[in-house]
């Protein structure tokens, strides 16, 4: 089985770090705590790791079916404690029962109604997606909604809109990474298979995408000229491959990454053989 070690300042870090090198979800692999990390200087957490397991299919299925079942349970039981409230208020003859339950019919008619055409116009995975953004969003008071432009098999694509995207944004994507890790967690949760997301504001992935590839480009030249190698600040899996893409064709350099997350970086440097050619000249 697929296995790999990932570290973080926090457990739920080092958690999230291992899910972005493996392209994988929570509900895809075993998680085993080795360290939990410590406290350093004014209470900042540090040096905690997990191993993450890859969980094979029949794994998921079983764990899925599981929770399914949980869910049916649990819904049977409200179910019967709504209908011992009833019967009890018959026996009691209290005059507010009626009433009460009157008003809850109505409310669950008004919720039919009200989620009917969305069942119809979007995907479970989708409308769980933009329900939970959007309540997210209300809640931190940011002025912002989430509306999903592309909903395919395997994947679901958000586009963020509002005054305040900037801010969901955060400092080189960060807090983008972060709503887009915890909404695939939300829209995959008890499901069979795995959907990916794509969360994207102001075209922010598209504008990185363009800044990574002419970075990688000059750098590369500059490793031409003075022949030194040039290591990048620590970047995601995603961006990672973004540079790598870019010079995997370039004949006179070459990439790879080293360091451990979250501080994995890409090096560039020289290819050897050209290094050699430049010796002999």
């Not at 933009?130 to 002025?143: A, P, R, S, T």
């Not at 800044?211 to 000229?225: F, G, P, Q, W, Y």
């Amino acid at each position: 089985m697929e296995s790999i070690e990932a570290k973080g300042k926090t457990v739920d870090e080092a958690i999230f770090n291992g899910l972005n090198e493996m392209g994988l979800g929570i509900d895809e692999v075993h998680i085993e705590i080795l360290h939990e990390g410590s406290k350093g200087l004014f209470g900042i957490g540090k040096n905690a790791s997990v191993r993450l397991t890859k969980k094979d299919e029949e794994s998921i299925k079983a764990e899925a079916a599981a929770v399914a079942q949980a869910e049916a349970e649990q819904r049977e039981r409200g179910g019967s404690r709504e209908r011992d409230r009833d019967r009890d208020n018959r026996r009691r003859g209290n005059k507010n029962g009626g009433a009460r339950r009157d008003r809850d019919r109505d409310h669950r008619d008004h919720e039919f109604v009200r989620s009917e055409p969305v069942e119809k116009a979007v995907s479970v995975g989708e409308s769980d997606a933009e329900l939970f953004l959007n309540e997210l969003f209300q809640k931190m008071g940011i002025d912002a909604n989430s509306v999903t432009t592309a909903n395919e098999d395997d994947k679901v694509k958000i586009v963020i809109e509002g005054k305040d995207t900037a801010v969901l944004i955060g400092r080189r994507g960060d807090t983008l990474d972060a709503l887009q890790y915890l909404t695939g967690l939300v829209i995959n949760r008890g499901k069979e298979g795995y959907r990916k997301v794509m969360l994207d504001a102001e075209n922010y992935r598209n504008k990185r995408e363009v800044t990574l590839e002419k970075l990688a480009k000059r750098l590369a030249n500059n490793v031409t000229k003075y022949g030194k190698p040039v290591s990048l600040e620590p970047m995601n899996p995603y961006e990672r491959r973004i540079l790598h893409a870019t010079l995997q064709s370039n004949p006179r350099v070459e990439t790879y990454s080293e360091g451990e997350e979250p501080y994995r970086h890409v090096v560039i440097r020289k290819k050897r053989n050209n290094r050699a050619a430049d010796d002999a000249e």
